[in-house]
């Protein structure tokens, strides 16, 4: 498998050191992207398209809360 060069980069300084991912979903077409960055990792057309994109906000929202309620270990 070939891998890119933007995998292996973990902090993107030139960008402050912000990251961030996308999830599209395109009613019309239904098809979902993940954008990394700027960069689109993948893209999948699908019959479910919008309840996929339901339930991955779902999980993002649960994984989010779950760790902010993580209590801090110093």
């Known amino acids: ?3 890119v060069v933007g995998e292996f ?3 993107d300084f030139k960008n402050k050191g912000k990251e961030e ?3 599209e979903l395109d009613i019309v ?3 979902l992207t993940l ?3 700027g960069i689109v990792r993948n893209k999948i057309k699908i019959d479910d398209a919008e309840s996929q994109f339901d339930r991955m906000l779902k999980i993002a929202k649960k994984k989010f809360l779950m760790i902010r309620e993580i209590p801090k270990i110093q």
């Open 21 to 23: 991912f996308t999830i």
């Open 9 to 11: 980069v973990k902090v």
């Open 35 to 37: 954008t990394v960055n």
């Open 29 to 31: 077409t239904n098809e």
């Open 1 to 3: 498998m070939t891998q």
